[in-house]
């Protein structure tokens, strides 16, 4: 008994550590970016003005470059995913579904910086000489496909991310739709429904909330993503419509520049961007868990 109990305060003190950490890094992020809040007020994230020269600082082209190139991410990502997901919990054979699943995981495990090359070296000069032009000629009188095609912008940053998301949102709605209960299945297939409606009715609308918390994991992922969004997004603190522009995230500014950060406001103002960038991962990631979770928790017993 006397083990037990030291065991159970040593794993209760594991856990506590993690909600330390947590809560230093968001105290240390919301000390260090007081100087900006106090010069620049609640208006620090609607400001677009980046100038470290004249000591202007705003977090606007920041977040929407981090936003925009996240939204597109999912924009593509998203039904590649669920497709993989679909395939290989209702229809893959044994044999190709392990290696289906080995190559998505294959996909999480490349560092992000072989993301950044691929994308400078082939994604790049393909989007400038081929899809860019393309697009522009079909839609141009779309704003988001006019200007002049770089390559290196918004698109490139989008299609990078969504590549490196795909593994999680495929995982982790494969393990959602695996969870549904086998008569759930049964009964759809009984009533007489096709694969495709046994799927779309039984399946899918059964885990379709662990879908959208696997779904909002990937986003925040992209949220966070920094090394191959920098190699590929162009680093331009401006707003544009346009998806050939070249933009920046929040994630790409600290990485740019915090070690040319020379004075207390400037370096202050990228602790702002940090802790916006912060909390908004971790609201994102505590309401796609608790969706992903819920799901499990009502699932009476799926597939193995």
Same mark, same amino acid.
């Given at each position: 008994?006397?083990?037990?109990?030291?065991?159970?305060?040593?794993? +209760?003190?594991?856990?506590?550590?993690? =909600?330390?950490?947590?809560?230093?890094?968001?105290?240390?992020?919301?000390?260090?970016?007081?100087?900006?809040?106090?010069?620049?007020? %609640?208006?620090?994230?609607?400001?677009?003005?980046?100038?470290?020269?004249?000591?202007?600082?705003?977090?606007?082209?920041?977040?929407?470059?981090? *936003?925009?190139?996240?939204?597109?991410? *999912?924009?593509?990502? /998203?039904? $590649?995913? $669920?497709?993989?997901?679909?395939?290989?919990?209702?229809?893959?054979?044994?044999?190709?579904?392990?290696?289906?699943?080995?190559?998505?995981?294959?996909?999480?495990?490349?560092?992000?910086?072989?993301?950044?090359?691929?994308?400078?070296?082939?994604?790049?000069? %393909?989007?400038?000489?081929?899809?860019?032009?393309?697009?522009?000629?079909?839609?141009?009188?779309?704003?988001?496909?006019?200007?002049?095609?770089?390559?290196?912008?918004?698109?490139?940053?989008?299609?990078?991310?969504?590549?490196?998301?795909?593994?999680?949102?495929?995982?982790?709605?494969?393990?959602?739709?695996?969870?549904?209960?086998?008569?759930?299945?049964?009964?759809?297939?009984?009533?007489?429904?096709?694969? %495709?409606?046994?799927?779309? /009715?039984?399946? *899918?609308?059964?885990?379709?909330?662990?879908?959208?918390?696997?779904?909002? $994991?990937? $986003?925040?992922?992209?949220?966070?993503?920094?090394?191959?969004?920098?190699? =590929?997004?162009?680093?331009?603190?401006?707003?544009?419509?346009?998806?050939?522009?070249?933009?920046?995230?929040?994630?790409?500014?600290?990485?740019?520049?915090?070690?040319?950060?020379?004075?207390?406001?400037?370096?202050?103002?990228?602790?702002?961007?940090?802790? /916006? *960038?912060?909390?908004?991962?971790?609201?994102?990631?505590?309401?796609?868990?608790?969706?992903? +979770?819920?799901?499990?928790?009502?699932?009476?017993?799926? +597939?193995?």
């Amino acid at each position: 008994m006397k083990l037990d109990r030291v065991f159970e305060h040593v794993t +209760r003190g594991f856990a506590a550590s993690l =909600v330390v950490v947590v809560v230093l890094i968001g105290f240390m992020l919301f000390k260090e970016s007081l100087p900006a809040m106090r010069t620049f007020g %609640w208006q620090f994230p609607a400001t677009q003005v980046w100038d470290p020269v004249a000591d202007l600082f705003g977090g606007l082209p920041f977040i929407y470059g981090t *936003l925009v190139s996240s939204c597109l991410a *999912l924009i593509i990502a /998203v039904p $590649l995913s $669920l497709g993989i997901a679909i395939f290989l919990s209702e229809l893959a054979p044994p044999l190709l579904k392990n290696i289906v699943s080995f190559l998505t995981e294959i996909l999480a495990a490349i560092p992000s910086v072989i993301y950044g090359l691929w994308g400078i070296f082939y994604l790049a000069p %393909w989007l400038r000489t081929t899809v860019e032009p393309l697009l522009a000629k079909s839609f141009g009188f779309l704003p988001f496909f006019q200007g002049p095609p770089y390559g290196i912008g918004m698109l490139a940053a989008g299609m990078v991310l969504a590549i490196m998301i795909i593994p999680i949102i495929a995982s982790i709605s494969r393990d959602v739709l695996q969870a549904v209960p086998e008569p759930q299945r049964e009964a759809a297939l009984a009533l007489g429904a096709t694969r %495709w409606e046994t799927t779309r /009715v039984a399946v *899918l609308s059964y885990g379709r909330h662990g879908i959208v918390g696997a779904i909002f $994991l990937g $986003l925040g992922r992209a949220l966070g993503e920094t090394m191959a969004v920098t190699m =590929v997004i162009g680093n331009r603190p401006a707003i544009s419509a346009s998806l050939f522009a070249p933009a920046h995230t929040m994630a790409s500014v600290i990485a740019n520049e915090f070690s040319e950060a020379t004075g207390e406001l400037y370096t202050s103002a990228l602790f702002g961007i940090g802790l /916006v *960038l912060f909390s908004l991962t971790l609201f994102l990631n505590a309401g796609a868990r608790w969706l992903v +979770r819920s799901t499990m928790r009502g699932a009476g017993g799926g +597939r193995e």
